[in-house]
């Protein structure tokens, strides 16, 4: 199974930017991010298949952008206009498609502070 390591996140007030990466221990179609906040349930946030293949989550709105290397297995986030709102443990993941994601990375916290 491919591992999935993450890095880039943090406390940023709202209105910042943070970018997340995460990088794979092998080749992985689809790759990206999902997010739970506390008491919620997980939500996508965006992914990206091999071919450049997006999609984002309804709440994105033009705000995050996600982009991979393959070059070095690599996926980042760039996270724009940051609200409290976007608070939460971001989890990479992918698989062979959306609906087959089947390796999980250990989680990064984002705190946007009001």
């Known amino acids: 199974q491919v591992q999935l390591v993450e890095s880039g996140g943090g406390l940023v007030q709202a209105g910042g930017s943070l970018r997340l990466s995460c990088t794979a221990s092998?080749?992985?179609?689809?790759m990206g991010w999902y997010r739970q906040a506390p008491g919620k349930q997980r939500e996508l946030v965006a992914f990206?298949?091999?071919?450049?293949?997006?999609n984002y989550g309804d709440f994105v709105k033009g705000r995050f952008t996600i982009s991979r290397d393959n070059g070095k297995n690599t996926v980042y986030l760039q996270m724009n206009s940051l609200k409290p709102e976007d608070t939460a443990v971001y989890y990479c993941?992918?698989?062979?498609?959306?609906?087959?994601?089947?390796?999980w990375g250990q989680g990064t916290q984002v705190t946007v502070s009001s």
């Open positions: 993941a992918g698989g062979l498609r959306l609906g087959l994601i089947d390796s």
């Open positions: 092998g080749r992985i179609n689809v």
């Open positions: 990206i298949s091999s071919g450049g293949s997006r």
